[in-house]
């Protein structure tokens, strides 16, 4: 199932807003580099795609370059552990989804 025009401009808003806090571009968000800085870029994006659209684990995986489910939940999970006890990356977090709308 492909995503709707409406769904792709959503996630190219995501993409766009956590490439301007982070520097990443989305093909680094999508690449398979594991730089501290470009994962947790990744993190964001994966945690807003999740947040705001209403997509199973598997099509965010497909779309954060065919990723499977359980890479993208575990993303998730260490996103929002982390976010507890650091503030500069809940900050980033929350002007993600402030950016997004």
Known sequence: MTLTTKQEAEIARIFEA?????GATREEIV???RQRGIVEA??????CVHR???????RI???FGGRDHTTI???IKQLKDRKKYEGALADKV????????
């Open 73 to 75: 939940a575990n993303a």
């Open 42 to 47: 990744r993190w964001i994006a994966i945690y």
């Open 61 to 63: 995986g497909r779309i």
């Open 52 to 58: 705001r659209m209403n997509l199973s684990l598997q």
């Open 94 to 101: 929350d002007d993600a989804m402030l950016k997004v709308g």
């Open 31 to 33: 690449s398979s580099s």
């Open 18 to 22: 956590v490439g301007e806090l982070t």
